[in-house]
Structures are given as C-alpha cells and as structure tokens.
T-cell receptor, first 109, second 123 residues
Framework: TVVTQEPSLSVSPGGTVTLTCALN?????????PSWYQQTPGQSPRTLIY???NRFSGVPDRFSGSILGDKAALTITGAQADDQSDYYC??????????FGGGTRLTVL | EVPLVESGGDLIQPGGSLRLSCSVS????????MTWVRQTPGKGLEWVSV???????LTADSVKGRFTVSRDSSKNILYLHMNSLRNEDTGIYFC???????WGQGEYYFDYWGQGTQVTVSS
C-alpha cells in the first residue's frame, strides 16, 4: 500500500492551496478515514483533520478537508506565513494499521 | 499537562538494543490504540507499531522481528523494545494515541502526540 502526496507546493500569503492524498490501489473514500497532520521542523505532529472533513479541536477554519474525486484533500484558505510546514495524510487500512503519505512540504512565499 | 512523554533515546551501535518509554497521563494505555511513529532523517513519518485490544501487537514490515511493544498498565507506560538496531533506524520516535471507535460512522486518527525521543544508531 502506497499513499502518495505532492512532494512540495507553494502558496502566496492570503492565497488558497489544496494538498491531495492518493492511494496506489484505488480511490480514497471516507471508508479509509483520511486524516491530516501538520509538522514544523523540530516539533511533533499536530492533528488538523480527521474522518476526511472534521476539524480537530482548536484548528482554525482556514483548514478544511474533503474528498476530491478519488483523493483526499486538505485545503488551506487564506494561507499565513506560519502555515509553512510539512503536511501528512494518513489512511486507515483497518486492522489497526494506519498508513502515512510521504508528506507535502508547503512553502508560503 | 502533556499527556505523552517519551524517554530512552540514545546513541547506540549497530546491532545493539534499546528500550523507549512513553509515560501516559489522562487516559489508560490499556484501553487505547497506542502507537509508535518514527521520523528518519530527511524522510517523512512512518508508523512503527501498535498495541491495542488487550495484547494485539502489529509492527511494520521494516522492523518486524526486531521491534516489539509492551506496556505496564500499573504505571501507565508504553514501551518500544528495539533489537538488532540498524543505521537506518536512526530517527525521532514519537509515541501517539490512535483514537479508534466504531461508534456512529467510526473515527480513526492520531489525536495525542509526544514530543519525541532521538535514537541514533552509529558506530
């Protein structure tokens, strides 16, 4: 099982960017319970989105999750400088096994 | 209060063994999906192992046969036992709770993370 994300993306301050999460064996559906995490260098990951489109406690509403076509997606609307981070998606394969995507490095410039 | 605190990371020679600890507060290690996730240099996050539903233990293929996880329920501590360590095991090891429920539509995601502990395998 391979979960694929864009290696890098960039967005202008105030702009909108969508990160995606694909599955090599087929479409991503809500049955995989997609979740998203933000990690800045030297820090532990921070939970952003769970169950595809639910914001975790304390997460600003500029972060939103969805299923777009056959992929899970994380959209940042009105990007801010401190959104510059690595972002990871996780798909739940069942049986207690979560699979991480390779991560997307987001640059805000 | 930080719910998960890891310790035990160290510089260790290839072939050596190490035990990481994750001290948990605010919930029970015995009734949750408790996981270890690592981040190797220049790479992303990788799930390593999970302990749940009593004594069910699953490990990633990359560490199978070398790593295992256990817990001390009386102390509310999760452990990662690492044997036959290799250079490529170098990284930051995070303890995390994987919230899992079948209630309603079900929910499966990492909700609590520790700060991580550094493991360096080198001669």
């Amino acid at each position: 099982t391979v979960v694929t994300q864009e290696p890098s993306l960039s967005v202008s301050p105030g702009g909108t960017v969508t990160l995606t999460c694909a599955l090599n064996s087929g479409s991503v559906s809500p049955d995989f319970y997609p979740s998203w995490y933000q990690q800045t260098p030297g820090q532990s990951p921070r939970t952003l989105i769970y169950n595809a489109n639910n914001r975790f406690s304390g997460v600003p509403d500029r972060f939103s999750g969805s299923i777009l076509g056959d992929k899970a997606a994380l959209t940042i609307t009105g990007a801010q400088a401190d959104d510059q981070s690595d972002y990871y998606c996780v798909l739940y394969m069942g049986g207690g096994i979560p699979v991480f995507g390779g991560g997307t490095r987001l640059t805000v410039l | 209060e930080v719910p998960l605190v890891e310790s035990g990371g160290d510089l260790i020679q290839p072939g050596g063994s190490l035990r990481l600890s994750c001290s948990v507060s605010g919930f029970s290690v015995s009734s949750n999906y408790m996981t270890w996730v690592r981040q190797t240099p220049g790479k992303g996050l990788e799930w390593v192992s999970v302990l749940y539903s009593g004594e069910t233990i699953l490990t990633a293929d990359s560490v199978k046969g070398r790593f295992t996880v256990s817990r001390d329920s009386s102390k509310n501590i999760l452990y990662l036992h690492m044997n036959s360590l290799r250079n490529e095991d170098t990284g930051i090891y995070f303890c995390a709770r994987f919230f899992a429920t079948t209630w309603g539509q079900g929910e499966y995601y990492f909700d609590y993370w520790g700060q991580g502990t550094q493991v360096t395998v080198s001669s």
